[in-house]
C-alpha cells in the first residue's frame, strides 16, 4: 500500500501516528504545525519522535480531526489510568502540543462537571416554626415562604444526617394521607422551583419533626437534579 506523501509521521513509545495536513493545521498554530510547516528538522523528515501517551493521543488524533472529545467514554480511557486522571492528563498533553482549544475545552468540561457535582442534590429546609398547626400539611404550607434551598452532595445523603427522611413513594403504594402529604410537599416545590419540577428536579424525601424541647416544627425536603450528568 503506498503511503500518502503529504501525511506526517508522529512516533510515540515506537508507536506510528499519521497526521494529515488538515490535522497539522487545525487549531493552529500548535505543537504539529510549529515543528512540521516551519523550517525545522521536522518539516524536512516529515516525522518526528516524542515520549508522550500513544493512547491519549488517539483522543488527541480525534480532536486533531474536528471531533467533540469530551466526555470520554469507557473505552477512551486508557486502561493504566482511572476515570479521575484521564482528564488531568489530557489537559497536561494538549498544553504540551499547544492546542489551546482542547485545553480550554478540559477546562470548561471540569468546571461543568464540578457544578453540575454540587447541584445534584438540594435540599430545602425551613426555619423553626412556631406550632400554630397541628397538622403536618399545615406546618408544611406555613413553611413554604420560609424555607431556604442548600445544595448537598450524594455522600451527604447517604449518611446518617438524612438517614429520617420520608422516602418518595412514587413506584409504590401509598396510603390517602401518604397521597395527600406528597400533594402538598409537592406544591411547596412547585412554588419554590417553577416550571423546572418535576421536569429537571425529582422529588427525593422529605421529613416534618416537631420538637418538644424547643416547642418548634422543622421542614426538610430534598429533591435531585435528573439533568446532571457527574462522572
Request: charged residues 20%; neutral net charge; proline residues 5%.
Amino acid at each position: 500500500m503506498d503511503t500518502d506523501s503529504s501525511a506526517y509521521t508522529v512516533i510515540l513509545q515506537d508507536r506510528k501516528f499519521t497526521l494529515t495536513p488538515s490535522q497539522v493545521e487545525f487549531d493552529s498554530p500548535n505543537y504539529f504545525s510549529k515543528r512540521f510547516l516551519s523550517d525545522s528538522r521536522g518539516s524536512q523528515t516529515r516525522q518526528i519522535k516524542l515520549n508522550r501517551d500513544p493512547d491519549l493521543f488517539k483522543i488527541i488524533l480525534n480532536y486533531l480531526c474536528g471531533y467533540t472529545v469530551l466526555p470520554l467514554s469507557a473505552k477512551q480511557i486508557p486502561e493504566h489510568m482511572s476515570s479521575a486522571t484521564v482528564l488531568g492528563n489530557l489537559r497536561s498533553d494538549a498544553v504540551f502540543y499547544q492546542l489551546n482549544g482542547l485545553v480550554q475545552a478540559c477546562q470548561e468540561f471540569v468546571s461543568s462537571q464540578a457544578i453540575q457535582q454540587r447541584r445534584t442534590y438540594m435540599a430545602f429546609v425551613s426555619a423553626p416554626l412556631l406550632p400554630s398547626h397541628t397538622h403536618k400539611e399545615a406546618v408544611i404550607l406555613q413553611a413554604r415562604n420560609d424555607c431556604h434551598p442548600a445544595t448537598i452532595s450524594s455522600e451527604a445523603l447517604s449518611g446518617p444526617l438524612f438517614d429520617f427522611l420520608g422516602r418518595s413513594k412514587s413506584n409504590s403504594a401509598m396510603t390517602f394521607d401518604e397521597i395527600r402529604m406528597l400533594a402538598v410537599i409537592e406544591d411547596v416545590l412547585r412554588s419554590k422551583l417553577g416550571a423546572e419540577y418535576p421536569h429537571k428536579w425529582q422529588l427525593v424525601g422529605w421529613d416534618v419533626s416537631y420538637s418538644p424541647d424547643q416547642q418548634k416544627w422543622m421542614v426538610v425536603i430534598v429533591v435531585r437534579n435528573i439533568l446532571a450528568v457527574v462522572v
